[in-house]
């Protein structure tokens, strides 16, 4: 079912299929400002100039301050324009990390128009747009967003692989498990390389829901020792690993293993309710209704 919701306009906002997302961002691919139009102000202001050193008039000698008047209400007119859109890409973010996907989605959708000839802050909107949609389960036109940003980032560069970190725990989501493995064994290098406290967390993360995609439950179990601190740089969204750990152990629960499910669970729900760790990993619903030890810590 396609979630969507009512603009103050009456239009109803809907979650875009891939093929929208694709025509989407292939209509507003950024490009830097027009050279045409950077200098025309100065050959203009040129051009008046000569007129005025050309012709013995009154009128003459005051069109190049007229003219630089000119130019330089264009150029502060430009800069106000990038400093209101950067507002408005800030506020985004805001939305973002406030977890209001859906009209998160709906304004950074109309906003990406107007950033094609900003790129500084275009791939900014385009991320936020790719996370909007996967954590909205609609995990094709993620990917298509994700693959977007990263084809257009050197391999090695940090926001490439956290995007590709990203864009394989969105594979995995829909069981496209051969290309989230071959994507997550190309970055592992990379992330040794990087040291960055979270995209290390981030592969981590993507580790865990690889092992429970593909039911390999003791691999999974075999991250616990670290996987607290590992996942700490994510913030709340660290309960998604928490919550993947109890679950884990849950598959393997005997009499001793209980008791680290509800610790993990636990952890988990700290941080996030259960219904949002549901809504995003389905199969979690098995632990919703666990008994929640007191006196641990995250």
């Known amino acids: 079912m396609i979630a969507s919701f009512t ?41 008046v100039l000569v007129i005025s050193l050309t012709f013995d008039h009154v009128i003459a000698a005051v069109l190049p301050w007229m003219a630089l008047v000119a130019v330089l209400w264009f150029v502060s007119a430009r800069a106000r324009r990038v400093r209101r859109l950067e507002r408005q890409v800030v506020e985004v973010e805001e939305m973002v990390m406030l977890r209001h996907h859906l009209p998160t989605l709906e304004r950074a959708w109309q906003l ?12 900014r909107m385009v991320s936020c747009i790719a996370h909007c949609l996967d954590q909205l389960q609609v995990y094709d036109s993620a990917i298509l967003a994700y693959s977007f940003l990263i084809d257009r980032l050197p391999g090695d560069h940090d926001q490439a692989v956290r995007l590709s970190i990203e864009r394989s725990v969105a594979q995995l989501q829909i069981d496209h498990l051969t290309d989230a493995d071959d994507n997550l064994r190309g970055l592992r290098g990379l992330v040794l390389s990087i040291n960055n406290t979270v995209i290390n967390g981030a592969y981590q993360f993507s580790q865990l829901v690889q092992h429970v995609r ?26 998604y690993g928490h919550a993947l750990m109890a679950l884990s152990y849950h598959h393997l629960s005997d009499s001793s293993g209980k008791a680290d499910v509800d610790v993990w669970w636990h952890r988990a729900t700290l941080l996030m309710p259960a219904v949002e760790l549901i809504h995003r990993f389905g199969e979690l619903r098995v632990l919703d209704d666990r008994s929640i030890p007191s006196g641990d810590q995250v």
């Open 7 to 47: 603009l103050a306009n009456s239009q109803v906002f809907q979650l875009p299929p891939p093929d929208q997302v694709a025509d989407h961002l292939a209509a507003n691919v950024p490009r830097g400002p027009s050279r045409l139009v950077s200098w025309v102000p100065m050959m203009a202001f040129f051009a």
């Open 112 to 123: 990406l128009p107007s950033l094609v000839d900003v790129p500084a802050i275009h791939g």
């Open 214 to 239: 593909t039911n390999h439950f003791e691999d999974a179990v075999a991250l616990a020792p670290v996987l607290v601190e590992q996942l700490r740089p994510l913030g709340v969204e660290a309960a």
